[in-house]
């Protein structure tokens, strides 16, 4: 199945590239998940709806900062002039504003999708996947990156639900079983859990580099003008032992999938 053998070149970038992805996103996961155990464990139950509004502005807040410092990292590395965690938080912080607008808009069209039962939202979700990557790399508004990303998503739509949906579950199913054994100890040690947690939610950066993967892929297909990687080096990044490349076509992709899209020549809005 190709969903596979993108996640395994998603698995060896995320494992080689491990390290600076931890320093950008690790404070800022240290932080949320602090004041998230701190007010599980020692607040009162009369002000949990007080305190998850405050955890949730925060969050929405800095997210778009250290996912956007994320992106432009992988970018780096795929263009073979890698920055340092510092640097791509700078040139991130850039993108920061645009980047919350995406979430908000995103957020808004999945919640919409849900309401009408699972599978419209989940479907929205994936036509949308590719929003932050455009908005960070190709510079595009908010609104730009969502119309973009439901034209370039058409012909990859499956494997993105495929490689997402099986990343998801394997990791809720190393999270949810230390999350459940740390809510039924009676005697909780903020210091164990804090860095344990803040761990486990630097795992869901596997997906971020798995969906900025097929839309390295989608690039290179679709706009070829404007590629996001030809080197050997580059390609080297995501996949090394393995016989796809970001230059290499899906077989399985409808043959009308590049025609009926490169006419647009991929140009910034």
């Known amino acids: 199945m190709l969903s596979l053998t993108y ?17 950008i996103q690790l ?18 139950d009369e002000q949990i709806a007080q305190q998850f509004a405050v955890l949730s502005i925060l969050n ?20 073979d002039r890698p920055l340092s965690a510092f640097q791509s938080l700078v040139v991130g912080m850039s993108r920061w504003r645009t980047l919350l607008l995406t979430f908000l808009l995103t957020g808004c069209a999945v ?11 989940i479907f929205i979700g994936v036509r949308l996947a590719f929003a932050d ?42 999270n949810y079983p230390v999350v459940s054994f740390f809510q039924s100890m009676e005697d ?35 706009r070829p003008a404007k590629p996001i990687a030809r ?3 580059q390609a080297d990044n995501y996949s090394e032992h393995n016989n796809t490349t970001p230059n290499s076509k899906s077989t399985d992709k409808p043959d009308n999938s590049i025609d009926s899209d490169s006419s647009d020549g991929g140009g910034d809005d």
């Open 7 to 23: 996640i395994q070149q998603s698995i060896f970038f995320f494992r080689q590239h491990l390290g600076t992805i931890a320093k």
């Open 27 to 44: 404070p800022f996961l240290i932080a949320i998940n602090g004041l998230a155990q701190w007010f599980d464990i020692y607040s009162d």
């Open 60 to 79: 929405l807040t800095i997210l778009p900062l250290y996912w956007s410092a994320t992106i432009v990292y992988m970018q780096s590395v795929l263009e």
């Open 111 to 121: 919640f919409g999708g849900l309401m009408f039962l699972i599978v419209p939202g």
């Open 133 to 174: 990557y455009i908005c960070v790399v190709e510079k595009k508004s908010a609104l730009q990156s969502l119309k973009q990303s439901w034209q370039d998503t058409d012909d990859y739509f499956w494997p993105l639900l495929q490689g997402l949906a099986i990343l998801y579950i394997a990791i809720e199913l190393i």
């Open 188 to 222: 909780r040690q903020f210091i164990v859990e804090l860095p344990i947690l803040a761990a486990l939610d630097l795992l869901s950066a596997l997906i971020t580099v798995f969906a900025f993967r097929m839309y390295c892929v989608m690039r290179d297909e679709i």
């Open 231 to 233: 080197s050997t080096a």
